[in-house]
């Protein structure tokens, strides 16, 4: 039990560095660590808040390479994702940010809304090392879409 709870408290430390070495919270209604497949599962009603960005989903896992649980790999949301900063509102079915590469993935039924517009989209890709994000179509036909506001 002393173990878990270490563990535990490491992977809310590790998920500092991650997130620009700033204070995470993370509530959920069950945590359970996998030490066989390198898996720390938040599940039901999870709530990750950070200073810049608040993540509701109804599961997250972070997965963890070799080295143990500081050797993060990814972090994967799924179940109604819903990204939420100052300046917009994202959701999804899924999201995965891998700070190895500093990567963020959101994907099925993407709708971003900001002052500016909304944006609906397969696919959403933010290079959080260049700023640059791209929006894809869902593959099947589908296309980005975007409403628009001008000032």
Do not use: C
Not at 63 to 73: L, M, N, R, T, V
Not at 83 to 106: K, M, W
Request: hydrophobic residues 45%.
């Amino acid at each position: 039990m002393i173990m878990r709870f270490m563990l535990a408290a490491a992977l809310l430390v590790l998920a500092q560095p991650a997130f620009a070495q700033q204070q995470v919270q993370i509530t959920s209604d069950l945590f359970t660590v996998d030490e066989k497949s390198q898996e720390a599962v938040f599940t039901g009603n999870v709530v990750v808040i950070h200073p810049t960005v608040k993540v509701w989903a109804n599961k997250v896992i972070a997965i963890y390479g070799d080295a143990g649980p500081s050797d993060i790999e990814s972090f994967v949301a799924s179940g109604s994702v819903r990204l939420e900063t100052d300046e917009q509102d994202a959701t999804g079915d899924q999201a995965v940010f891998t700070p190895g590469d500093q990567l963020l993935r959101l994907t099925g039924n993407v709708q971003v809304i900001n002052a500016g517009g909304t944006i609906k989209a397969g696919e959403l890709v933010v290079n959080l090392a260049t700023n640059v994000s791209t929006f894809t179509s869902s593959g099947s036909g589908g296309r980005v879409t975007g409403v628009f506001t001008s000032q």
